[in-house]
């Protein structure tokens, strides 16, 4: 099992570049789930899916889009960048209360 | 709404004393309650979790937690500290709008020195 894995790892954007930041799980989990950790603001949710062609919005979606077409998959797209987006990008999985989180995604728009 | 609070967003300690690592929710259900652990450059893990079973709750690595409803907190602990223990510690309560949604703290860091 390699869990929930993500990429890139790391991204450089110009403002108003788009770009899209795979999640792939192989667990079966129905939920997924996109976060994005700033420094002392712990994680805040950015969008979720309980399931494939399922998804709504989290605490914090503006600026970005997703979609599920697939169990397996979540990718997280940034349409136009801007700088507030710089961050780290996790993506997580779970099914209960108990969520998986992948490595993370370093992004920083300049 | 649900909230975390966590007391001291950095803690630092000796190698071999007593970790305290502060958490304190606000919830209007009761609450599913969570601690992870992130070391440098990684994702979270899960260090243990209540759910609405024993009130102690044990963990990896020797770390436990004591659900208090009156308090309404849920302290993590760990009776000697390790060198290896130096990472950043998230609680985290489930939210109240389902679908296993979770509100995070905003962090303690935590340090070990020899």
């Known amino acids: 099992n390699a869990g929930v894995t993500q990429t890139p790892k790391f991204r450089i954007l110009k403002i108003g570049q788009s770009m899209t930041l795979q999640c792939t799980q192989d667990m079966n989990h129905n939920y997924m789930y996109w976060y994005r950790q700033d420094p002392g603001m712990g994680l805040k949710l950015i969008y979720y899916?309980?399931?494939?062609?399922?998804?709504d919005k989290g605490e914090v979606p503006n600026g970005y889009n997703v979609s599920r077409s697939t169990t397996e998959d979540f990718p997280l797209r940034l349409e136009l960048a801007a700088p507030s987006q710089t961050s780290v990008y996790f993506c997580?999985?779970?099914?209960?209360?108990?969520?998986?989180f992948g490595p993370g995604t370093r992004l920083t728009v300049l | 709404a649900q909230s975390v609070t966590q007391l001291g967003s950095h803690v630092s300690v000796s190698e071999g004393a007593l970790v305290l690592l502060r958490c304190n929710y606000s919830s209007s259900v009761p609450p599913y309650l969570f601690w992870y652990v992130q070391y440098p450059n990684q994702g979270l893990q899960l260090l243990l979790k209540y759910t609405s079973a024993a009130t102690l709750v044990k963990g990896i690595n020797g770390f436990e937690a004591e659900f208090k409803k009156s308090e309404t907190s849920f302290h993590l602990t760990k009776p000697s500290a390790h060198m290896s223990d130096a990472a950043e510690y998230f609680c985290a309560v489930s939210g109240d709008g389902g679908y296993n949604k979770l509100i995070f703290g905003a962090g303690t860091r935590l340090a070990v020195h020899p």
């Open positions: 997580a999985s779970g099914t209960g209360n108990e969520q998986f």
């Open positions: 899916s309980v399931g494939a062609g399922i998804t």
